[in-house]
């Protein structure tokens, strides 16, 4: 047992989208539809199929090949915005696509410059149906150690649920020891909490414990219970709850901040 709600959607699974969604690459707008579908082509969050008729099918490059996929057989695409080009990253489903994906196109993520779920800024993956995202204020006791030396310690901290995901402790900057956190220039994004503002890396002894804290100054409105405050890996430290330490976990992905 995991400790925490583990996804369940399995892999191949499709559902409609409610959610207007847009991109934009160097400017252009390249799609905008409200007639998306929600692939999940691993277990743990789904991936935008928009229909063909809603992206701006003159910014598209036919690159003359078709390959097989589990969604169907689709025609490959690159994707050219004024000098931008985005090679291989876009494909078009044919009508021999399974599960009503035929005449559905997929982007790469990392083609676009931006994407919006209606008008709010969406990062790394589109927002999974089924995944909770919950930010409640609690009075455990929360102590964070690594090699005995403690970093934080609180009666106020703020704990993140996440479908998924461990648990994550959130703590008031006063209550860390922040002389020890040697600020890094990592930055990550979440879909539901938005961009990191702050890594910390810790120096115990002679061992540097690379980026084992973060935090959110301006998380998206549904977290704003978690603005300024820093978190520590579960996986990197020490965590104690109530007394108890909790064993680390091992999360099997990478998006775990």
Known sequence: MSGYPRAIVPIGHVEPCARRIRAVLNGEWVLDTSGARYVWESQHYPHYYVPFRDVRQDLLVDEHDVEQYREGAARQYG?????????????????????????????EWDALDTWFEEDEEVFVHPRDPYTRVDALRSTRRIRVEIDGEVLAETGSPVLVFETGLPTRYYLNRAEVDLGRLMPTGTQTACPYKGRTSNYWSVRIGDTTHHDVAWAYDFPSHLMQPIAGMVAFFNEKTDLFVDGARLPRPKTGWSESA
């Open 79 to 107: 994707l050219r915005v004024g000098d931008t080009y985005r090679p291989g990253t876009v494909r078009v489903h044919t009508e021999r696509s399974v599960e009503g994906l035929a005449e559905m196109v997929r982007f």
